[in-house]
């Protein structure tokens, strides 16, 4: 996986928030659960240990990526498309036009309009300025074109959250 420095920064400081926040109150659950006495039907004891499971799971998941990751620069040109711009384009198929913001696979959000960088369309995208007409190629057999309008530096934002599994 492709991750940014700003990636890996997001990804540190959710891990040692998990680790030094969320572990120990999940802990502290599971015990006061557990003290409440028959654990076959106490459901509090289940939520509780279902909750502290899933917690270590996402450490566990995020430590894997930072040691699998290959960093990636986020800068380019500003008159091109790179990560962390919102780009509009006109599709020439149904003659519409719609904004995408490019992103880092970790970042992408096809629902908020954050596409990977990774992508089809976001690989193709890649480095191209306004005014130029892009092949999207889905697959062998299937692709379309779509025309640049705008380029926005919006860089980095709130809600480029790094995603769940």
């Known amino acids: 996986?492709?991750?940014?420095?700003?990636?890996?920064?997001?990804?540190?400081?959710?891990?040692?928030?998990?680790?030094?926040?969320?572990?120990?109150?999940?802990?502290?659950?599971?015990?006061?659960?557990?003290?409440?006495?028959?654990?076959?039907?106490?459901?509090?004891?289940?939520?509780?240990?279902?909750?502290?499971?899933?917690?270590?799971?996402?450490?566990?998941?995020?430590?894997?990526?930072?040691?699998?990751?290959?960093?990636?620069?986020?800068?380019?040109?500003?008159?091109?498309?790179?990560?962390?711009?919102t780009v509009e384009i006109y599709f020439e198929e149904d003659g519409e036009s719609d904004k995408f913001k490019i992103v880092s696979t970790m970042r992408g959000d096809s629902v908020r309009g954050r596409i990977s960088n990774e992508s089809p369309m976001g690989a193709a995208l890649m480095g191209h300025k306004v005014g130029d007409r892009v092949e999207i190629k889905v697959n062998d057999s299937y692709s379309y074109f779509v025309v640049v309008k705008s380029i926005e530096n919006t860089g980095e934002e709130d809600g480029d959250n790094i995603r769940s599994y």
Do not use: C, W
Request: proline share 1%.
């Open 1 to 85: 996986m492709k991750l940014t420095e700003s990636d890996v920064k997001k990804i540190e400081e959710e891990i040692q928030h998990r680790k030094l926040v969320v572990r120990p109150q999940a802990i502290e659950a599971v015990k006061e659960a557990r003290s409440h006495g028959d654990l076959s039907e106490n459901f509090e004891y289940h939520a509780a240990k279902k909750d502290k499971n899933k917690n270590e799971s996402r450490i566990h998941y995020l430590e894997k990526i930072l040691k699998t990751a290959t960093i990636i620069s986020d800068d380019s040109k500003e008159d091109e498309i790179g990560l962390n711009k």
